[in-house]
């Protein structure tokens, strides 16, 4: 495993993960009455998510040498 195969797995699961916690946010701004907060806190989620999603796309082109 290349340290870019590595960083492409940190790179999707970071972008799971902030996915995930936007419609956990959501899900719980809505359902307990959480407020203005949780929306934010789920927009800067996606936000991160959507910000990360275009790097691991950036990182397609980059082989490296013998690649």
């Not at 902030?18 to 934010?40: H, K």
Request: glycine share 22%.
């Amino acid at each position: 495993m290349t340290l870019l195969t590595a960083h492409r797995i940190l790179i999707a699961s970071a972008i799971a993960f902030f996915s995930f916690y936007a419609l956990w946010e959501f899900a719980g701004a809505r359902g307990t009455g959480g407020g203005p907060g949780g929306l934010v806190r789920g927009m800067a989620s996606l936000l991160a998510a959507g910000g990360l999603g275009f790097y691991f796309l950036t990182l397609r082109g980059r082989g490296g040498p013998g690649v």
